[in-house]
């Protein structure tokens, strides 16, 4: 009998709410063993967040994954209740979460990744920028966030993208952070398709290029 292609679990914070997440593991991971993995966290957007897991599962990676693609990294989903909506992802509770799976996983510490997509694009820019130490890469689709501290992340390998058409979050915004990472001297690229809305995503995640440019950056 095979393994289910996810787990489930809970983060109890330190706020009125409890994380909830899902994760997955590659298949070959064995608990028993030395070898470390790589670690993704990924953020979904405004259309999955509330309390039904399954709903994470509709777009970006946990979609791949749930549709038989499987990756060389641990892979951590979680979801934003409906409630918390208004404050967005909050970056100290996804520390939290990240703790917790170090500890409890065989995690590479020198290559944990964060990527995310419109509501988690944004949540992507504002966990590297509050924890610019921690991550190897980050990769923020249709998003956008705070430029004033941008110079944290200059040493932090981006690779941001956006749709040129998107209506909903306008493709200014991730301009916006990319130019201004650049005159930090920040390590970032910006890849804009230009006959695409708000779903950037898609192709984005399906690209093994990214995937694999992703999993190249390691920390020294």
């Known amino acids: 009998m095979s393994r289910p292609i996810f787990s489930e679990g809970t983060l109890s914070a330190q706020v009125v709410r409890t994380q909830q ?12 063993e030395k070898k470390v993995w790589p670690l993704v966290l990924s953020l979904h957007g405004v259309g999955e967040r509330g309390t039904d897991l399954n709903n994470v599962k509709k777009n970006g990676l946990p ?10 990294f641990i ?14 992802w909050e970056a100290d509770i996804l520390g939290n979460l990240l703790d917790m799976i170090e500890k409890e996983y065989n995690v590479d510490r020198k290559r944990v990744y964060v990527t995310g997509l419109s509501m988690g694009g944004f949540g992507t820019w504002d966990l590297a920028i509050t924890y610019p130490d921690r991550f190897a890469a980050a990769i923020p689709i249709c998003g956008g966030g705070n430029t ?3 110079d944290r992340i200059k040493n932090l390998p981006v ?3 956006h749709g040129a058409l998107d209506n909903t979050v306008p493709v200014q915004r991730s301009i916006d952070m990319v130019e201004a990472l650049k005159k930090v001297g920040g390590n970032v690229k910006l890849t804009v398709y230009p006959n695409v809305k708000h779903d950037s995503w898609s192709q984005t995640y399906k690209n093994e290029e990214v995937i694999n440019w992703m999993l190249q950056q390691k920390q020294e």
């Open 63 to 72: 979609k791949l994954i749930a549709a038989g693609k499987e990756y060389p």
């Open 21 to 32: 997440y899902l994760l997955y593991l590659p298949k070959d991971y064995n608990a028993t």
């Open 159 to 161: 690779w941001c993208f």
């Open 75 to 88: 892979g951590v989903f979680p979801q934003l209740y409906s409630a918390t909506f208004a404050n967005g």
């Open 148 to 150: 004033e501290h941008i």
